[in-house]
Nanobody, 127 residues
Framework: QVQLAESGGGLAQAGGSLRLSCVASGFTFRNYHMGWFRQASGKEREFVAV??????????YYTESVKGRFTISRDNGKNMVYLQMNSLKAEDTAVYYC??????????????????WGQGTQVTVSS
C-alpha cells in the first residue's frame, strides 16, 4: 500500500524558515520523482518543487516564486523527501503536499501526473 506522510508544517514569521519532511512507503522510492505542491485557501493546487528520480538525472526544479528560497532534497536510503523553506513570505501560506510520479520530465510540474499524495501539512506565515 502506497503511503506518503508529510510533517514539519506550522506557524512561522515572515523571513523565517521551516523544513517539511515526507516519508514514503509501499513503493520503490528511488524509481519515482518526488514533488511538493501547495494549495492556498480558495486557490488551485500549484507546483512548488520536484526532485527528479536518479535514473532520470536527479535534477531539481522549482516554481519561479520559490527559487533561491526553497530547496528540495531526497534521501533514497530513508525514503524521505524534504523541502527546506527559507525567507518565508505571507504568500507561502498554504497546505503543502508531497506526491510521487513516474511522468516524463516534460510533465513533472503538472499535478495531474502525480497519482499518490500525502494528506498535507499546513504552513502559515505571518507578516
Amino acid at each position: 500500500q502506497v503511503q506518503l506522510a508529510e510533517s514539519g508544517g506550522g506557524l512561522a514569521q515572515a523571513g523565517g524558515s521551516l523544513r517539511l519532511s515526507c516519508v514514503a512507503s509501499g513503493f520503490t522510492f528511488r524509481n519515482y520523482h518526488m514533488g511538493w505542491f501547495r494549495q492556498a485557501s480558495g486557490k488551485e493546487r500549484e507546483f512548488v518543487a520536484v526532485s527528479v528520480r536518479p535514473g532520470s538525472g536527479g535534477s531539481q526544479y522549482y516554481t519561479e516564486s520559490v527559487k533561491g528560497r526553497f530547496t528540495i532534497s531526497r534521501d533514497n536510503g530513508k525514503n524521505m523527501v524534504y523541502l527546506q523553506m527559507n525567507s518565508l513570505k505571507a504568500e507561502d501560506t498554504a497546505v503543502y503536499y508531497c506526491a510521487s510520479s513516474t511522468a516524463a520530465l516534460s510533465s513533472v510540474r503538472e499535478a495531474r501526473m502525480y497519482f499518490n499524495w500525502g494528506q498535507g501539512t499546513q504552513v502559515t506565515v505571518s507578516s
